[in-house]
């Protein structure tokens, strides 16, 4: 169980267009959803909290224009990342907490990397 | 605000040899979670063992234990009998009472488990 999608695996796009990454989670509801993102050979930084059926909360530092997270359904949240620019690419991953699990655990998806030409 | 620190950027031991990574964490708050995740090189994050704060009791799964140290701020993960699928990055990671935050990652181990 818990098991979380993510959709594409892999992007490229041109430097000032858009890009769609969705996250799913397949075999349970998320109310909670969290996009984090990863650049080589680095950590993975939070950059928002996303909660269905309301706004998302963004960290210090993340544009929220730019970055557009929309939690339409308890188990699909997607992360939009508008007029996008070379330094926008990186590694791109969702989680999910599983309500039914009390341990605050989160369940990643497999990442999307995003590269801006 | 919380911090996770891994003082070991790169490890490497031979299989089957026993490997202990390092975590330190600083918080105010009581009541957390704390996790180490593993990331092949697939780059799928993988959970690999959770501690409450509120248990005394290190956490065991299978071959990987933990050794908490509350009052410490320390949060070690073992691996015995290392095997080549052990290969990874390793994360540190905390989390507030309640999971409703996003997780605090420290910086990372590389490991590599020599044949």
């Known amino acids: 169980g818990a098991v979380v999608s993510q959709h594409p695996s892999w992007v490229i796009c041109k430097s000032g267009t858009s890009v769609k990454i969705e996250c799913r989670s397949l075999?349970?509801?998320?109310?909670?959803m969290f996009w984090y993102r990863q650049f080589p050979k680095q950590s993975l930084m939070l950059m928002a909290t996303s909660n269905e059926g309301s706004k998302a909360t963004y960290e210090q530092g993340v544009e929220k224009d730019k970055f557009l997270i929309n939690h339409a359904s308890l188990t699909l949240s997607t992360l939009t990342v508008t007029s996008a620019h070379p330094e926008d690419s990186s590694f791109y991953i969702c989680?999910?907490?599983?309500?039914?699990?009390?341990?605050?655990?989160?369940?990643f998806g497999p990442g999307t990397r995003l590269t801006v030409t | 605000a919380q911090t996770v620190t891994q003082s070991q950027p790169e490890m490497s031991v031979q299989e089957a040899e026993t490997v202990t990574l390092s975590c330190t964490y600083d918080?105010?708050?009581?009541?957390?979670?704390l996790f180490w995740y593993k990331q092949p090189p697939s780059r799928q994050m993988i959970l690999v063992i959770r501690q409450e704060a509120y248990k005394q009791q290190n956490a065991t799964e299978n071959r990987f234990s933990v050794n908490f140290q509350k009052a410490a701020k320390s949060f070690s993960l073992k691996i015995s009998d290392s095997q080549l699928g052990d290969t990874a990055m390793y994360f540190c990671?905390?989390?507030?009472?309640?999971?409703?935050?996003?997780?605090?990652f420290g910086k990372g181990t590389h490991l590599i488990i020599q044949p």
């Open positions: 918080t105010s708050e009581s009541n957390y979670y």
């Open positions: 990671a905390f989390i507030q009472g309640g999971g409703a935050d996003g997780l605090t």
């Open positions: 989680s999910a907490r599983d309500p039914r699990q009390g341990g605050g655990e989160q369940y």
């Open positions: 075999d349970f509801q998320a109310t909670t």
